[in-house]
C-alpha cells in the first residue's frame, strides 16, 4: 500500500512539475493560477531548488528512500528546465535596445485604471522609452487621447485609437 501512495505522490508532482514547466503543452498557460505562477520563474526555478534540497533531507529516512530520490530527481529537472527557459528569455536589462530605422517599439502598461496613472506620467514614460506604439489596455480612451496630446506636446507624434472587446455582443 505504501509503494502505490509513493507512487501516486511522484506521478503528482511529475504532473506538477510538467505543467509548471510547460503549460503550453496542457494549455494551460491562461489558466489561474498557472499564469501567474509561471510568471515568475525565477522564483520558480528557487521553489524546485528548495524541494531538491527538502528530497536531499529525506533521503536520510530509510522506508521513503525510493520517493525521496524521485522527487529529488524530479526536482533536479524541474529546475534545470526552468533556469534554462530563465536563461534563454534573458533576466532583463535596465536599457532598452537601440532603436533602428526598421524597428517598431512598443510599450505596454497595465495602468490600473483611467484615474489610477496620470496621462502626463504615462506620456513622459513614453517619450522616454522613444515608443510607436503605447497599448494601454486598462486605460479609457479619454486617457488615451491626454497621452496622445501630452506626447504630442513633448515633441512625440502619437494618435489615440480604441478597441473594446464585446462592444458590437461578440
Not at 503549460?23 to 499564469?35: D, G, K, M, S
Not at 529546475?79 to 528569455?89: D, E, F, K, M, T
Not at 486598462?138 to 485609437?161: D, F, N, S
Amino acid at each position: 500500500m505504501r509503494r502505490v501512495i509513493g507512487i501516486l505522490i511522484v506521478l503528482l508532482c511529475a504532473g506538477a512539475a510538467a505543467v509548471l514547466t510547460w503549460p503550453q503543452a496542457f494549455h494551460l498557460e491562461r489558466v489561474y493560477p498557472i499564469a501567474q505562477i509561471v510568471a515568475f520563474r525565477g522564483l520558480v526555478v528557487i521553489g524546485f531548488g528548495a524541494l531538491l534540497l527538502l528530497g536531499l533531507i529525506l533521503l536520510l529516512i530509510r522506508p521513503i528512500r525510493g520517493i525521496a530520490a524521485c522527487l529529488v530527481v524530479l526536482a533536479l529537472i524541474g529546475a534545470a528546465a526552468n533556469g534554462a527557459v530563465v536563461a534563454s528569455r534573458g533576466t532583463g536589462t535596465d536599457t532598452l535596445p537601440d532603436k533602428t530605422a526598421h524597428s517598431v517599439r512598443v510599450m505596454t502598461w497595465n495602468t490600473a485604471g483611467s484615474n489610477a496613472t496620470s496621462a502626463d506620467t504615462i506620456a513622459k514614460a513614453a517619450v522616454a522609452a522613444d515608443a510607436d506604439i503605447v497599448s494601454l489596455p486598462e486605460t479609457t480612451i479619454a486617457t488615451g487621447e491626454k497621452v496622445a496630446v501630452e506626447m504630442r506636446q513633448l515633441g512625440h507624434r502619437m494618435w489615440a485609437y480604441h478597441t473594446q472587446y464585446g462592444e458590437h455582443g461578440w
